[in-house]
């Protein structure tokens, strides 16, 4: 792993692929080619230098599992050189450094050249993450017990999912699910338990962080102040930051969540640094805790990618 820097010894080496899924992309494009494009499928962003020794290797092996995934993924290279701003907005201080961005940020990555299989290993997690790789059998069993959560089905829900866990025990999706019917029937503690405990393999799983967002969220419900008031004292003082955040939270527990995400991308865009940048943490818990496709979620993303990477 090489310190990132500028060597003067760029010697514009192109290192980007052939192929329709991986391409070379810069700070203009990147909103396009990561963002957009991974709000329905996985995008690896490989950050590299021409320089540097270990991405002529760590390249080459990523863009054949990208190949071998089959469209699941895809594929962006960024030449840090040539692109240094957004290096510097996501804090690159090394190269190889390997992002993989779903529904337009990044959930996981590494540094440094890995083996073949560290790599799969970190593709399959990105798979996961979107949805795929499912088995069929189980599959269908979680989306019949989703949807029972949706209509309110929490107990037998909670029972279907228990029951897939006993195929399978570190289903990372049944385990989520189980976690969050705990939290529809108000069952916080249990579904503390539940998370607490979760298998290692699975413990930072999309599936797992939705379901810890959610029951973060139903904590600070129980907390939250009375709406009315928190408005009239936001009125009183527009500038009050702090008054803007609690509000957001107590729209939230009341069911307002456009309301409460309108003002934290508010405050975000007022001071992101405000409370050591609370307003994203809060927005990305509640972003967490929505279904992936659901339009809050979605259009809440692209404004906060928007204004951190622009």
Known sequence: MLEFGNTGANMGANAGGSSDLVKDSDEA??????????????????????????????????????????GAV???????????QIAAQLRIQSVPTVYGFYKGQPIDGFQGAVTPSEIKAFVDRLIAASGGGADDGLGEAIEAAEQMLTEGAATDAAQTFAAVLGEEPSNAAAYGGLVRAHLAMDETDQAKTLLDGAPDEIAKSPELEAARAQLDLALQAAEAGPVAELRAKLAEDPS???????????????GEVQEAVDLLLDLFRRDRDWNDGAAKTQLFTIFDALKPQDPIALNGRRKL???IFL
């Open 29 to 70: 494009n990147f909103m396009a080619d990561v963002v957009d494009v991974s709000q329905e499928t996985p995008v690896i962003v490989d950050f590299w230098a021409p320089w540097c020794g270990p991405c002529k290797t760590l390249g080459p092996a990523l863009e054949k599992a990208v190949a071998d995934a089959k």
């Open 74 to 84: 895809r594929m962006v290279k960024i030449d840090v050189d040539q692109n240094q």
């Open 240 to 254: 009050d930051m702090q008054a803007q955040f609690d509000l957001a939270i107590a729209l939230h527990a009341s």
């Open 305 to 307: 990618s928007s204004m």
